[in-house]
């Protein structure tokens, strides 16, 4: 092995990533338990779900963290696609690891 590819060896398979996704709603009052249904239904295939939770943040606004396990690969198309659900104000990674 020379120094140009030394820092490629052993990435001929891709890994998986751990990502814990941050959705706010657009209202406050809004149902989180119709929102993660709504969100889990628009998961593509190569992401597997691992768990939810609300997180309060102020007056009564709720956040719902989504944890997904998928390939190591751009999350753009898995932020673009929740972002698209009905009542989601705004996605956004909020911890990723590789696994």
Same mark, same amino acid.
């Given at each position: 092995?020379?120094? *140009?590819? +030394?820092?490629?060896?052993?990435?001929?398979?891709?890994?998986? &990533?751990?990502? @814990?996704?941050?959705?706010?709603?657009?209202?406050?009052?809004?149902?989180?338990?119709? *929102?993660?249904?709504? &969100?889990?239904?628009?998961?593509?295939?190569? +992401?597997?779900?691992?768990?939810?939770?609300?997180?309060?943040?102020?007056?009564? *606004?709720? +956040?719902l963290l &989504?944890?997904?396990?998928?390939?190591?690969?751009?999350?753009?198309? *898995?932020?673009?696609?929740?972002? @698209?659900?009905?009542?989601?104000?705004?996605?956004?990674?909020?911890?990723?690891?590789?696994?």
């Amino acid at each position: 092995m020379n120094a *140009l590819n +030394a820092g490629l060896w052993g990435r001929d398979k891709m890994g998986e &990533v751990s990502m @814990t996704i941050r959705i706010m709603p657009d209202d406050a009052g809004m149902d989180m338990e119709k *929102l993660k249904e709504s &969100v889990v239904k628009v998961l593509p295939d190569y +992401a597997k779900l691992v768990g939810t939770e609300e997180k309060p943040i102020a007056f009564g *606004l709720k +956040a719902l963290l &989504v944890k997904i396990i998928m390939p190591d690969q751009s999350p753009d198309e *898995l932020i673009d696609k929740i972002s @698209t659900v009905e009542h989601v104000e705004n996605a956004e990674i909020q911890d990723l690891s590789l696994i």
